[in-house]
């Protein structure tokens, strides 16, 4: 059963320097609360996991927790450029990152085969393209029944997965609707897992399109209200989508990144 | 930018996306990523094809934003769509066994043979000179799709002679490479430009200017292309925007501001 | 887009003799009306496939319908044995019955790869039983980064996949609920497609733990109230426990069958 | 059936049945099928386990009926679980990565290696005496949760020396065939029959009657054996069924005969 911790406690306990750690999320429920006090608790030599590293990874990057990125798509989403992201690649800035990418269909079906047990996964694609030059983790599979070959990609299991959703109950349950992304599979894949949630409710009252992670399957629930912001929580909040603009001039320059997470996130304090 | 300037009360990106619009059959399903493709695609949407199936990413399937979406993950997608599945299962069950028409790209370079880079700019990817965003869902869309659409602004640091990263294939090094390599799809079906639009030629597969914007030249377009740039005869003019096009476009693109908090 | 058309005019465009016809369904949502026009129309050489045949398939086979079963469980749900199944496997009665047996895991993956474009999947399974010695379909095949030998299944692609389903729209937009079972899979596997609904209403309002197939990947909707009786839909009505129950009586006589037959499907007239 | 007649007010199945629920500590996950097991399992999460997760492979993840189900797809199941997935996620997601503590099984067959049989008896696949339902989901079962619980009438012919087709594996041929095909789950840990209690011998893998049920002898667990039953010394005799047990289990069959319409 999941136990219902405070997210400072949930982050000492679970995330280890030099982790791989996925918080995942697409556009919506990115877990920015639980990003934030791992850059507070100053995680080190991370391996950083997700499809769509945004601008809490850009938070992450420029922060120096991270040694390596994992992904496939690394913008601002409607925006632009990451900033920190650039520079981290192409000056080391704050130290150098290593980049291992894949394609958006590689990376959620390596997360499947993490989910599944599985050591790889097969799939269509990759074919033809620069990608798997850069990284071990493509390779090819002949079908045992037809002879065609095909792209294998090895799984993901990271150490960690976070993810943020609408509500837990008591028990740990996990609730949360709306564009769930790959999040059940990260959670899955992982070797431990934590949620953060906007509320913990007595039942979780069934919701359409909504995807249940029982309490068995998962680590830690936090309670943190606007863990998401300036992502967002359907039927919670809307996307703060100023912030995502303004941080383009926040995080182009060094300086102002700093000014900005110190006062934003090392002085913030918990917020659970 | 090398395009020229709106010459009639309408600019480039206008008839760039009113050209991009238009090629949208009603009725079938298009991959739409966010940008220049998902405001053409909700542009054909609002005008001349209401029944296009929108399919973001995000695992929206069938999404009817009344208004334009800021992310491949807004919310109005969600609001509005048929089906919402999970990311696995847009790419697994919905694009990779070919049920998706159009496939919509932008790219930061593409080639003669529409091979497209959005991933780095510079010889050596360890040291890059720019580090784009990457791959995101662009290489399996262009397998995948029965065919590509590609709308991208035409210059000559992004039409170059060879793209520095393959990140998605076009039609490889010419023809027969995409049967080669087994790509399901039909390859890049046509570019839209904010000059013209861009054909590949039956034969060779090389990308041919096809057909200009109003007010554009040949020359134009040969001058913002870093390859020499094949050009078909006769080369047509295509309609400019018109009224009811422009009026559309412009209120979508409003409501994307209005969104502003 | 999926055309709404009646009944026996979609089994006749969609249903070919020597066919291979998936009805799929778990218990829940069977989708014997369908099931029974396609004995009234008296297909021939059908290569059957469902993971559970149940009463449904004794029927089809009993009737004669049926050169070929692909199965991984065949009984009658919570009563017992299938009896006009044992009849054709052990008397070849009324006619030879070709067996594929599979496990479910199996059979659920080669559904995912048909749905996927993929010509087989991957999954642990069937190690050290007899399964594999009695079907060409499973193989195995080397992880192209651990080495690891897994399992091999071969895809399944049914000529056409019949389910039935709570609600369909006029664009011919499907929403099922409850246990979906393996039916999107099986739809989307397959090259044609027919799904019969318990009503057609104007819109799907949505419904927690709903399955919608977009009208744009189903082949046809047709409208048949009560199309899953005796088997139920969530949410319309419940299973008709006692028939499966007096069917245990029925099928174990040949004439006993052949005159229920009569009465309650050649007779019947199509349901819709 | 071989058992002995009800000695005290309760019969051999209803013994059997309570030998089962016993078995299942609370709070583990528990992949139960139909009939038997699915009687166990409901009676352990109504008396010592209430938060014991059953797990059906119709996709129900976490059922709590309040009645007892009549198929592994009844609508209860459904109504009162935690999640309904999908059921290539159930054997992908759930089963196959080990997350499952317990899966509770039957048989037609086995084998003194508690191999299992559900498909053919007779030697002739082809043609076999008898057509059993087949595999279902036994075979991942059997080879993916952390152990395996089987529940069975215990006579010669289903207690047979060789099983004449392995629906699910046991411990194979003995010691160290489990590791050798690469199953990952810990294999039979019990088996719970009408007449007592069999487990593996920790060196031999052969299953060893441990238990008895009250006024069950050793001779008549052997003469229901098909082979010479290896019987640990001491045996000990299960404690018979509570009155709270019994009313427990007696309501929840109530239940299921009370559904019919």
């Known amino acids: 059963m999941a136990t219902l911790v ?267 | 930018m090398s395009g020229p300037p709106p010459p009639a009360g309408w600019t480039a990106d206008e008839m760039m996306t009113v050209a991009a619009a238009r090629q949208l059959r009603d009725g079938v399903a298009c991959f739409v990523g966010i940008g220049l493709p998902s405001t053409a695609a909700n542009l054909a949407r609002a005008t001349h094809a209401p029944d296009l199936v929108l399919v973001y990413e995000s695992g929206c399937l069938g999404a009817k934003p009344d208004r334009l979406p800021l992310s491949i993950g807004d919310g109005v997608l969600a609001d509005t769509a048929d089906a919402v599945v999970s990311v696995p299962e847009v790419f697994n069950y919905w694009l990779q066994p070919g049920r998706i028409d159009v496939g919509f790209l932008g790219a930061a370079q593409l080639d003669r043979y529409g091979n497209l880079n959005t991933t780095v700019v510079g010889d050596d990817y360890a040291a890059p000179a720019v580090r784009l965003p990457g791959a995101g869902g662009a290489p399996e869309i262009a397998a995948s799709c029965r065919e590509v659409v590609v709308i991208v602004r035409q210059n000559p640091r992004t039409f170059t002679s060879r793209v520095d990263f393959v990140t998605s294939v076009g039609y490889g090094t010419g023809p027969g490479d995409r049967e080669r390599l087994g790509l399901r799809g039909g390859g890049p079906r046509l570019v839209i430009t904010d000059l013209g639009v861009l054909e590949p030629d039956p034969v060779s597969c090389e990308l041919t200017l096809t057909r200009l914007h109003p007010g554009v030249t040949r020359e134009q377009a040969r001058a913002a292309t870093g390859w020499e740039l094949a050009v078909a005869e006769p080369l047509t003019t295509n309609d400019p925007p018109t009224a009811h096009e422009l009026a559309v476009l412009r209120a979508l693109q409003a409501t994307a501001e209005g969104s502003r908090p």
Request: charge should be negative; proline fraction near 6%.
């Open chain 1, 6 to 272: 405070p997210l400072a406690q949930a982050v000492a306990e679970l995330v280890r320097d030099g982790d791989v750690v996925a918080l995942e999320g697409f556009t919506h429920l990115i877990p920015f609360a639980a990003g934030h006090e791992i850059i507070r608790q100053r995680r080190q030599e991370l391996t950083l996991v997700r499809m769509t590293p945004d601008v809490i990874y850009d938070q992450l990057i420029g922060a120096g927790c991270a040694r390596r990125l994992v992904f496939s798509w690394g913008g601002n989403p409607g925006v632009g450029s990451l900033h920190r992201f650039r520079d981290a690649v192409q000056h080391s800035w704050p130290r150098p990152l290593e980049l291992e990418e894949h394609s958006h269909a590689g990376m959620a079906n390596r997360y499947v085969a993490g989910a599944s047990g599985l050591p790889f996964a097969v799939l269509r694609g990759y074919t033809g393209t620069d990608l798997p030059r850069h990284t071990a983790n493509v390779s090819s599979v002949d079908c045992p029944f037809t002879g065609e070959t095909l792209t294998a990609v090895a799984a993901l299991r990271p150490d960690v997965t976070v993810v943020h959703a609408q509500r837990a109950d008591r028990a740990g349950n996990v609730q949360l609707w709306g564009i769930t992304g790959v999040q059940k599979e990260a959670v899955l894949a992982a070797h431990r897992s934590l949620v953060t949630v906007e509320e913990v409710v007595p039942e979780l009252t069934p919701v359409p399109g909504q995807v249940v992670l029982p309490g068995w399957a998962v680590t830690a629930v936090a309670e943190v209200p606007g863990g998401a912001h300036p992502s967002y929580a359907q039927g919670y909040s809307v996307r703060d989508n100023d912030f995502y603009r303004a941080w383009d001039a926040v995080s182009r320059d060094r300086d102002t990144f700093r000014a900005w997470l110190d006062r934003h996130v090392h002085r913030a304090g918990a917020a659970a």
